[in-house]
C-alpha cells in the first residue's frame, strides 16, 4: 500500500495555525516559558533522553494545532505503512525498512509474505565472525599477518554514516585503525594509502551497486597499488565488498567468504545499521556495533508506539515544520557539545536534505509551499568562536539543536563542567538576550561616557528570542548514539509526511552525474562540444593548462 496523498496547506489545522501564528509570532519565548502552567509538556523524558522543548516560541495551543496537523495528515497510517514493508517509496518502487535490520529478533517482519528476521540475523551472524576473526588476528593478509587497519571505499550513504559513527565512537576503539576514502579526487586515496601498510590493511567496498564511479575508481587505484606492493594473489586476503551485484564482485576478484549482501529495502543514507556498518563493527567491536543497534531499535519502538504528544521524533519534526513553514526559517543548525560528534552535521545534512530537499509533491505536481531546511552546524565550543555570532545578532532566525551529555567519557576529565555551562549559558543567551538597558548600564559601570555609550549601546543589544531544542543525554555510548541517529531519521520521515514529498528517493543526485561522464569523455578525447558558453570557456582553459 502506498502513502497517502494530503496537501498539508488544504488541511483545518494548517489554516488555524495560520491564525495562531499571528498570535505567537511575536511573543518572547522567555514570556510565554513563564505564563506556561507547567513545562512538563515541554520536556521529552525518555530512557536517558531528556529532549527539552521549553525554549521555543510556542505555547500549549501551537503543540496541538500541529499535532492536530499531524492526524489530518494521518501520519499514524504512514508510520504503520513504513514499518510493514509497504512500497512506500514509490518513484523506485521500494519498502523502507531499515529499522527491521535493527531488530532485537523477537519479532517477525514480514516483506513480501517472508519474515526477513532470520536473514538479517544471519547477515549480523556473518558481521559478527568476520569481526572477531580480524580483531583477533586469526584472519591474515596476504603475507601472513594479521591486520592493523581498515579503509571503508564507499561515497554518499556508503560513508557518511560510518565515517559519522566511527569518530563519535572512536573511544571505544577495537584497536583496528580506521581510514574512509570516498572522493573521487585521486589525491584523496593517494593521500590516505601513502602511510598504509600494504600487507596488514584491509580494503572493504562498500558499494550497493558496485557501479559508482567514485568508489570503484578508488578501489581500482588501491587495487593496483596493493599488487604493486604485494601480488596478484593478494587482492583476495585483503578486500572485502559489501554490495548486491554479485557479478561484479566477483570480477574484481573478491573472496566469496568476504562478500556481505546488502537488501534493496534500505535505501543508502540509512543504511549503516546493515552490513555497510561493516566498518563500524570492526573499528568499535560487533559488541558495541549489537549496542548502537539495539539503542536504535529502542528509538525505532518509541516512535511506533508513542502518543504523538510524547512522541520525541514527531514532536521535533513538527516544530521544524513550525518554523520552516510559518516563521519562513530557512535553516536549522545541529550543535553537538562533544567534540566525538563532530561529523554529525555532516551526516545530518545528506540524510536531511537528500531525503527532503523535494519540491513535486506525492501527486507529482509542484509545491506551493516550502519544505526541506537547509541544515548545518558543528561542534560547541568551537562554533562559538566561529558561526554564534551570526546566530546572536544576524538578522536570520535559526531554530538550533543543543546536543549535550551530563558524563565525559574520560574518568580524568576535569573540563567538562566548562564545557557543559557554555552549552547552556549559550541556549539562555539565545532566549533572553540583553536589553538595551542592561548594556547602558554595564557600559556605565566601566566608565563610558554618555556620547560614548550612544555610539555603542546599538552594537551590544542582543534582540535574544532564539529558539533551541536541547538534548541532555546521560553519556555518548553505543547505545544512546543509536536512539540519537535513529530519533532524526524518524523526524525526517515525518516531516515528509506532513510535506506530502516521496523522503526516501533522490532524483536529485542524477544530472550532475550524467554530465560528468559527458564532459569526462569529451576531456579525454580533448574535444568540448556544445556546452553553454560559460562551460565551454571553463573546459577551454582547464585543457589548455594540461
Ligand atoms: C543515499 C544515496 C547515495 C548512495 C551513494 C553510493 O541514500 O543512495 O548517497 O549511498 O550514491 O551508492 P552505492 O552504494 O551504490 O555506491
Known sequence: MTLKKINPTKTKSWKKLKTHFKEIENEEIKNLLSSRPSNEDFNLKWNDFNVNISKNRIDNTTLNLLIELANECDLKDAISKQFNGDSINETEKRAVLHTAVRTDGNEKINFNGLDIVPSILETRKQIKSFTNDVISGELKGHTGKSFTDIVNIGIGGSDLGPVMIVEALKHYSSGLKPHFVSNVDGDHVLETIKSLNPE??????????????????????????????????????????????????????????????????????????????LSISLAI????FRKLLSGAHKMDKHFQKTEFKNNIPVILALLSVWYNNFFKCETEAVIPYTQYLNRLPAYLQQAIMESNGKSVDRSGKVVEYQTGNIIWGDTGTNSQHAFFQLIHQGTKLIPCDFIGFKKPLFKENTQHNKLMSNFFAQTEALMTGKSEKTVVDELKKSGLNESEINLLKTFKVFKGNRPTNTFLINQLT??????????????????????????????????GKQLASKVLKEIEDQKI????????SLLKTYLSNQ
Open 200 to 277: 596488514t590493511t584491509l580494503f572493504i567496498i562498500v558499494s550497493k551497486t558496485f557501479t559508482t564511479q567514485e568508489t570503484i575508481s578508488n578501489a581500482n587505484t588501491i587495487k593496483e597499488w596493493l599488487v604493486s606492493k604485494l601480488d596478484k594473489n593478494a587482492i583476495s586476503k585483503h578486500f572485502a565488498a559489501v554490495s548486491t551485484n554479485v557479478s561484479e564482485i566477483k570480477k574484481f576478484g573478491i573472496n566469496s567468504k568476504m562478500v556481505f549482501s546488502m537488501n534493496d529495502w534500505v535505501g543508502g543514507r540509512f543504511s549503516l545499521w546493515s552490513s555497510v556498518g
Open 285 to 288: 567491536g560487533y559488541d558495541n
Open 478 to 511: 553505543p547505545e544512546s548514539l543509536g536512539s540519537l541517529v535513529a530519533m532524526y531519521e524518524h523526524k525526517i520521515f515525518v516531516q515528509g509526511i506532513i510535506w506530502n514529498i516521496y523522503s526516501y528517493d533522490q532524483w536529485g543526485v542524477e544530472l
Open 529 to 536: 562540444s556544445n556546452h553553454d558558453s560559460s562551460t565551454n
